[in-house]
Every structure is written in structure tokens, then in C-alpha cells.
């Protein structure tokens, strides 16, 4: 694997792993701490994400985290969490980001494995409808607001409850229940999360794979209320690529006036 991407942990064995056959890692992060740990073990670039972002995003903005962290660190630093087209690019640079990612924007493209049904639930909406709240897996993180989502992030989820709802999981991956209670036991600090974690899978399969948001949660940024439509990812970075320069230019001009 030539690049690798890690979050929610301490990578350094992974990063010792991967740079042994010449990889690369990039650490996802959502504060100053977590990105000068990172490249302290030595990940080669950092994914800073913003409050926007889809998932588990930090609770500061892009527009102040991403320059706040690019300031702190000597490793590149990729923008993510509000940005999905060339005008989100361009804004991402001038923060201080050497790159962007649009996980929202690309996941409803014609070439993304996400269901057509939660694509077009997507164009459907707008940036308001999102529910922030850590009553899903136990982390802060960003979905789709739908009748089910209010539901699910209404109150915390009863401890036995996530239990015995993340060894059903397990057996939708085919992991033996005993492994997953071993690793439980192994992680007891971590053992609640844990649990959230895998309650939270066969919600968030039945979502992004059936495209039954009736049952299941999506993940979703506040970019879904800049996505208009359904292209291939060759189309969309043309157009991205196209919108940025055209307003790099228009920009340039006007400080130059």
C-alpha cells in the first residue's frame, strides 16, 4: 500500500511499518495536539479536519483550524471538512493547506459505490441538515439528518445495548464473537467506545450499502448543501481544477487593481 491513511489512534507502529518499504502516511487530526503527535512519530502529512467535515470532524472550523495547525507544523497539510468545489479549493490554499479533500463531493459521484438513493438524498438537502452529536458511536461526528438519525443521536445508547448490538456486527464481517470479546477485554479503557463503534455498523452499512435511510445513518459534511448533482470524478475535477483557476485569476486581478 503506498499511502496509507490512519485517525482515531497512535499510528507509530504503522507509520515504522509502512516507511520500511518506502509508504507514505497521512494522520488525520482535528487539534494542535493531535497534529504535532502525529508528526512527531513521523507521519508524512497531516489530513486537518474541520467542524464541517462528514464523520468525526473536531468542534473548530476550517476556517480557523486549518491555518492555525498549518502555522504549527513543517509537514503538508491537507484541508478537509467544507470544501467541495474550486472555489473550497482556492480558499483551502490560501489557508495554508498544500492540498484539499472533498469527501462528501467525491463520495456522490457516478463512480463512488454509494448507494444512488443516499446520492440523491444529498442533492436533496441542504447544509443545515446535518446532526452533530456524539450519542452515535460516542465520538462527535456529523449525519445526514433524517427521522432516523434524530433518533439515533436523540440520547446515548445504553451501554448493554451497543454490547450486544456490536456482536451482531461482528458477525456481518464474519469475526468470531470471542475475538471481539477478547479485544474488549484487552482495551478495557476503551471497552464503551469500543462497543459504540460496533453498534454503529450495521446502521451506518444499511445506509451507505442499501441505501435504507430508514434504518440506517449516513455520514455526511455540510458540504451536501453545495452538491447540485451526480458526475464521474473525472468531470468533477475538471470542473474543480476549471472553477479554481478561472477565480485565481479574477482574484489576481483584483489586488493587482
Wanted: proline share 4%; glycine share 8%; no cysteine.
Amino acid at each position: 500500500m503506498p499511502v496509507i491513511n490512519f485517525s482515531l489512534g497512535k499510528g507509530d507502529w504503522l507509520i515504522k511499518r509502512a516507511h520500511e518499504y518506502g509508504g507514505k502516511v497521512i494522520a488525520t487530526v482535528v487539534s494542535e495536539k493531535h497534529a504535532k503527535s502525529a508528526e512527531k512519530i513521523g507521519a508524512d502529512a497531516l489530513l486537518v479536519t474541520g467542524h464541517e467535515a462528514a464523520a468525526h470532524g473536531g468542534n473548530v472550523t476550517s476556517l480557523v483550524l486549518i491555518p492555525s495547525i498549518a502555522s504549527k507544523v513543517s509537514i503538508p497539510v491537507i484541508a478537509t471538512g467544507g470544501f467541495a468545489d474550486g472555489r473550497g479549493l482556492l480558499a483551502a490554499l490560501s489557508l495554508g493547506a498544500e492540498g484539499v479533500a472533498m469527501g462528501s463531493r467525491f463520495a456522490t459521484s457516478a463512480d463512488s459505490p454509494l448507494h444512488s438513493k443516499v446520492k440523491e438524498a444529498v442533492i436533496a438537502r441542504s447544509e443545515q441538515d446535518t446532526i452533530y452529536s456524539k450519542n452515535f458511536d460516542g465520538i462527535p461526528a456529523r449525519v445526514m439528518r433524517t427521522p432516523r438519525s434524530i433518533k439515533a443521536t436523540r440520547r446515548p445508547m445504553n451501554f448493554f445495548v451497543a454490547s450486544w448490538q456490536a456482536t451482531k456486527a461482528a458477525k456481518l464481517v464474519n469475526q468470531p464473537v470471542w475475538k471481539i470479546m477478547v479485544g474488549m477485554l484487552a482495551m478495557m479503557d476503551k471497552v464503551k467506545l469500543l462497543a459504540y463503534f460496533g453498534a454503529s455498523v450495521p446502521r451506518l452499512q444499511a445506509a451507505t450499502i442499501d441505501g435504507d435511510l430508514e434504518k440506517g445513518v449516513q455520514f455526511i459534511g455540510q458540504t451536501q448543501g453545495l452538491i447540485e448533482d451526480v458526475v464521474s470524478v473525472d468531470e468533477l475535477v475538471q470542473r474543480i481544477m476549471t472553477e479554481a483557476q478561472a477565480l485565481h485569476t479574477k482574484q489576481a486581478a483584483y489586488w493587482a487593481n
